[in-house]
């Protein structure tokens, strides 16, 4: 499992483990039950402290991305993949509409927000 910490993002740490693993689960880069790395060794991994990966996990655990099972550690739990796909949807319109309104405010058209979208997929 590869977890990109960035210290110049401004996020805090434990958000960008929560995110980052989070995002492998709905992706399907991590399967039901499969096991997570120990918060010690993620923490060593990413020379942060065991705390800051204890809240991510906490974090990933409270909103059912993943179990603890005691003295056996974290697993990825199974997730209802529609679910959690028509709730990214509803996320990416909510966006969708917002561009759209402030689209209006700067006179752009449909045609220049497309524009922007494949320089930035681009610079990926």
């Known amino acids: 499992m590869n977890i990109f910490i960035d210290n110049r993002?401004?996020?805090?740490?434990?958000?960008q483990i929560y995110n980052q693993i989070k995002d492998m689960i709905i992706c399907g880069g991590l399967?039901?039950?499969e096991p997570l790395?120990?918060?010690?060794?993620?923490?060593k991994d990413l020379r942060i402290s065991v705390v800051t990966?204890?809240?991510?996990?906490?974090?990933?655990?409270?909103e059912g991305y993943i179990y603890t099972?005691?003295?056996?550690?974290?697993?990825v739990a199974a997730q209802n993949t529609e679910?959690?796909?028509?709730?990214n949807l509803k996320l990416i319109e909510d966006?969708?509409?917002?561009?759209?309104k402030?689209?209006?405010?700067?006179?752009?058209?449909k045609q220049d927000i497309i524009d922007m979208f494949d320089i930035i997929e681009e610079l990926e």
């Open 37 to 43: 790395p120990s918060i010690r060794s993620l923490a």
């Open 69 to 75: 099972l005691p003295a056996k550690g974290c697993f």
């Open 102 to 109: 402030l689209a209006g405010l700067c006179c752009l058209s």
């Open 9 to 15: 993002s401004g996020a805090p740490i434990y958000d």
């Open 31 to 33: 399967a039901a039950n």
């Open 83 to 87: 679910m959690l796909k028509e709730h």
């Open 95 to 100: 966006h969708l509409n917002e561009i759209r």
């Open 53 to 62: 990966t204890k809240r991510a996990y906490d974090e990933l655990e409270r």
